[in-house]
């Protein structure tokens, strides 16, 4: 509503044919996923949930702080994450302004392609923005045992791998 300009009126209407409880308002916000984008979706959620395992797994298993991994996925390592397509030679040659359109691309994805479960801010230093779920509730629904299922489903046919993609992701990372 925001983005068409809605008026008050008209808001405070969508408000209110909106669940009230919060997995029900969380399966709607799902639902809204266009099918054209859900193993989009399914990807960047499982990418998301791969990179924070690893980061809690790093966390507890090292007394070094120079491995502590606290900020959550940055945008652009779920940009190269999600274009596992696209040459080593190609990003050898991005500089600032390229990852920063990638960056900017994949910020759009987030909203278009995860209904806003999935968002991007900026860090706690401002260095970089970071994708966070909307709220930890949100992450509990999305990881849910029957929608984490659900989630998986959407990419069981393709064999999409998002430790694979991770560690692409990483390498490109190291390119640039």
Not at 34 to 49: D, H, K, N, P, W
Not at 144 to 150: A, G
Not at 161 to 175: I, M, T
């Amino acid at each position: 509503g925001l983005q068409k300009r809605d008026k008050i009126e008209v808001l405070q209407k969508r408000l209110s044919v909106l669940p009230t409880e919060l997995d029900e308002l969380y399966d709607h916000m799902f639902k809204l996923v266009e099918g054209v984008y859900l193993s989009r979706a399914a990807e960047m959620f499982q990418i998301v949930r791969a990179a924070r395992i690893y980061k809690d797994h790093f966390n507890t298993q090292s007394q070094n702080p120079l491995l502590s991994v606290n900020e959550p996925l940055p945008v652009i390592v779920l940009y190269f994450a999600m274009n596992r397509t696209t040459p080593f030679e190609d990003i050898r040659r991005y500089g600032e302004l390229e990852l920063k359109a990638c960056s900017e691309e994949m910020e759009f994805h987030l909203t278009a392609h995860c209904a806003g479960l999935l968002e991007s801010w900026e860090d706690r230093k401002g260095n970089c923005n970071r994708v966070y779920y909307l709220h930890r509730t949100a992450r509990e629904f999305i990881e849910s045992p029957h929608m984490w299922k659900n989630i998986q489903g959407l990419t069981s046919a393709t064999g999409f791998n998002p430790n694979a993609s991770l560690v692409r992701s990483f390498h490109c990372r190291v390119l640039v």
